[in-house]
């Protein structure tokens, strides 16, 4: 049974920095695509980045480009995103996700909140 847990959302001003977590089990994480999601209320859930199972590719959403760093730790079955200068409507539940490629994930954790502050 796939477990993915997130962690390391809070509450921060505009400018501020955040470092989620997502530790993976139930799954060969190693040989899997990982990925960030977010919603906002009432809003539809929106893809952040992804990851593939080596970390050779990655890919953003337009909106985080050059702000946003997702990395991976095989060893610990864990994913990351590094979410530098932070704006209000970055505001969001955070979820990690876990797939067969950077482009299809196929089941998501619970999520994190993330409350920027203007």
């Known amino acids: 049974q796939v477990q993915l847990v997130e962690s390391g959302g809070g509450l921060v001003q505009a400018g501020d920095s955040l470092r989620l977590s997502c530790a993976a089990s139930?799954?060969?994480?190693?040989?899997?695509?990982m990925g960030w999601f977010r919603q906002a209320p009432g809003k539809e859930r929106e893809f952040v980045a992804a990851?593939?199972?080596?970390?050779?590719?990655?890919r953003y959403e337009d909106s985080v480009k050059g702000r946003f760093t997702i990395s991976r730790n095989n060893a610990k079955d864990t994913v990351y995103l590094q979410m530098n200068s932070l704006k209000p409507e970055d505001t969001a539940v955070y979820s990690c996700?876990?797939?067969?490629?950077?482009?299809?994930?196929?089941?998501w954790g619970q999520g994190t909140q993330v409350t920027v502050s203007s």
């Open positions: 990851i593939s199972w080596s970390g050779r590719m990655i």
């Open positions: 996700a876990v797939g067969s490629s950077i482009w299809n994930m196929n089941y």
């Open positions: 139930g799954v060969t994480f190693s040989t899997y695509a």
